[in-house]
């Protein structure tokens, strides 16, 4: 780990975020992507709502290092609303490349660390076992290895992929439809359900939607149950989601969502992963399976139907991420549809109970604090 820093720059003070700070970690980030091209464009209102979502806390949960006006590091904590049984608490951190050296990471991370098991107490009590879930684009090596030295193991890989579409070229097979229901048909369908049909997202469906994704969900490696404020903030809610490209196939009766796949677009300035290369990009975000459906093809149905759809809508890619460990990802099943591997994720894990416990009594430095952080604490967070 290199030890670099701008001439002139002395050790840099520490403080927690408040919105106001956006505009300026959008700067930061900025540094960040020319330097690691992880595909993270967020401009300060992507910021800021990802700082309203449930389970962030700025004033709380969050710490930010300051080189004079500009800053240089920041890790924000999002805790989750369910322990089943660990508390899986997220983290995300930045560092500007000019900054990544030894005593900032050292610093940040143990901070994280601190404020992690100081939340967790708060929302959770001392009874329940806490991990800290961060992840790492393929580009950021030095990431992965002050993690690595900070104690975190690396628990699983991730891979994103992206279609063209313009090479997919899906036939279509009717399926049934209901009389007040769009007439989608999706492509390549399997023998559906007996009175079942495929419709775009609207608001009326969100809570069988919700419902269903719950209890697809339920029992997978790191989910847990989403409650709606978190759903409508995260997912059917994002300013990005697109409602026209996503679809859900409903029961005869309408009450139920059999399977589902959501989608969002952003837009050509922002997080999408292949803005650079041009052309609409659409990312596959959220879809699963009834359990009792599995093994009926109704996904690959779904999937199909959306991608052709998309063409038809004039996008040029769609993007989705895959756990390495996902059967389907390790079955080939989206290579089938043309998918290919443009970046690779991995997903670092630190059992923070034990990692307080063995950090206890050992004394630190105290890097300077920035002057004015109660006034500043008070306008935001």
């Known amino acids: 780990m290199s030890e670099r820093r701008r001439p002139g720059e002395g050790e840099p003070c520490w403080r927690p975020l408040v919105r106001a700070d956006a505009p300026r970690v959008a700067g930061l980030l900025a540094a960040c992507e020319a330097a690691d091209r992880t595909g993270d464009r967020r401009g300060a209102p992507e910021l800021l709502d990802d700082w309203a979502a449930p389970g962030i806390d700025l004033a709380a949960g969050s710490v930010c290092a300051w080189a004079g006006p500009e800053p240089v590091a920041y890790a924000v904590t999002r805790t989750r609303e369910h322990a089943d049984p660990v508390h899986e608490m997220v983290l995300e951190l930045a560092v500007h490349p000019a900054h990544r050296t030894r005593d900032v990471l050292t610093r940040l991370l143990a901070d ?21 879930h961060t992840r790492t684009h393929g580009h950021q090596r030095w990431l992965a290895e002050a993690l690595d030295a900070a104690g975190h193991r690396r628990a699983r890989g991730y891979r994103g992929m992206r279609i063209d579409l313009a090479a997919h070229t899906p036939a279509h097979t009717p399926v049934h439809t209901s009389a007040d229901a769009p007439a989608h048909a999706p492509a390549a369908a399997p023998v559906l359900p007996p009175g079942s049909v495929l419709v775009p997202f609207e608001d009326r469906h969100d809570e069988a939607l919700l419902t269903a994704r719950n209890a697809i969900f339920a029992g997978h490696p790191g989910s847990v149950p989403m409650t709606p404020a978190t759903w409508r903030h995260a997912v059917t809610g994002n300013p990005y989601f697109s409602p026209g490209t996503s679809f859900l196939l409903l029961s005869a009766d309408g009450r139920q969502v059999l399977c589902y796949l959501l989608t969002t677009e952003y837009p050509t300035t922002g997080a999408g992963a292949g803005a650079a290369d041009g052309g609409r990009e659409l990312y596959l975000a959220n879809g699963g399976t009834s359990p009792e459906l599995h093994g009926r093809g109704l996904y690959r149905a779904v999937i199909t139907h959306t991608l052709a759809h998309a063409k038809q809508l004039g996008f040029r890619w769609a993007v989705l991420d895959v756990d390495d460990t996902n059967t389907m990802a390790v079955g080939g099943f989206y290579e089938r549809l043309g998918a290919r591997t443009i970046r690779t994720w991995t997903g670092h894990v630190l059992d923070v109970t034990g990692a307080t416990a063995r950090a206890a009594g050992t004394p630190s430095a105290a890097p300077p604090v920035c002057g004015g952080a109660a006034e500043r604490r008070r306008g935001g967070g």
């Open 112 to 132: 994280c660390r601190r404020t992690a098991a100081r939340r967790h107490r708060e929302r959770f009590g001392d009874g329940t076992p806490l991990e800290l």
